[in-house]
């Protein structure tokens, strides 16, 4: 699977959008691109996925690069709750596993 | 909205013990796994499982763990021998499909602490 790299962390102020990089450069044609952030003593929870177009749903957008060599989550108006470790997953169909990389940690102030 | 479920929350166990996580899938789903975290590191993958039988596994998973679908609705990880370094929070996750758009999703998992 591709190799993912993430900031370590950010910061956000509540009520404010929040872009959340990811860079995918080995990432092959047929993989999707998965989002799931994971909330302090709880299991990965799916957020957005994704193949070449953006996309939204009810918790965030995803905008992919062109040559989808990167990726950006976004969320809208962040809240407290939406602090978390956030994890970008290039998956194949070469596998069934996800690989978790360490994330980015968002913290959000009020 | 459907959910993973896993129980318990959290099992103590004695090193050498066996010890089994339990997880309810989401109902519809065909895929299921087991993930592990233990605490600081990454989320790492143990097994896939389809069609009653294994699909993939990692090196963490030896012969020391076992999963099993004993019914329709329960999918279960055995530790036959339990070693200190077993201790984790283990996640069972589902997805309807196998294919790379298929999302998994998670329980809140067990966290197994080894004595």
């Known amino acids: 699977d591709a190799k993912t790299t993430q900031p370590n962390s950010m910061e956000s102020n509540e009520e404010e959008p929040v872009h959340l990089p990811c860079n995918h450069s080995t990432i092959s044609g047929t993989d999707y691109i998965h989002w799931y952030r994971q909330l302090p003593s709880q299991g990965p929870e799916y957020v957005i996925h994704g193949l070449t177009s953006n996309v939204n749903n009810r918790m965030a957008s995803l905008a992919i690069a062109e040559d989808r060599k990167s990726s950006t989550l976004i969320l809208h108006r962040a809240t407290l709750r939406d602090a978390a470790v956030y994890y970008c997953i290039p998956h194949s169909n070469t596998g069934n596993q996800f690989y978790f990389g360490t994330g980015t940690s968002l913290t959000v102030i009020p | 909205e459907p959910e993973v479920t896993q129980t318990p929350s959290h099992q103590v166990t004695q090193m050498g013990q066996e010890v089994i996580l339990r997880c309810v899938p989401i109902?519809?789903?065909?895929?299921f796994y087991w993930y592990r975290q233990i605490l600081g590191q990454k989320v790492e993958f143990l097994v896939s499982f389809y069609n009653n039988e294994i699909s993939e596994k990692s090196e963490i998973f030896d012969d020391q763990f076992s999963v099993e679908r004993p019914d329709g609705s329960n999918f279960t990880l055995k530790i036959r021998s339990t070693k200190l370094e077993d201790s984790a929070m283990y996640f069972c996750?589902?997805?309807?499909?196998?294919?790379?758009?298929?999302?998994?999703?998670f329980g809140d998992g067990t966290r197994l602490s080894i004595l």
């Open positions: 109902s519809n789903h065909l895929y």
């Open positions: 996750a589902s997805s309807a499909g196998g294919h790379s758009n298929q999302p998994q999703h």
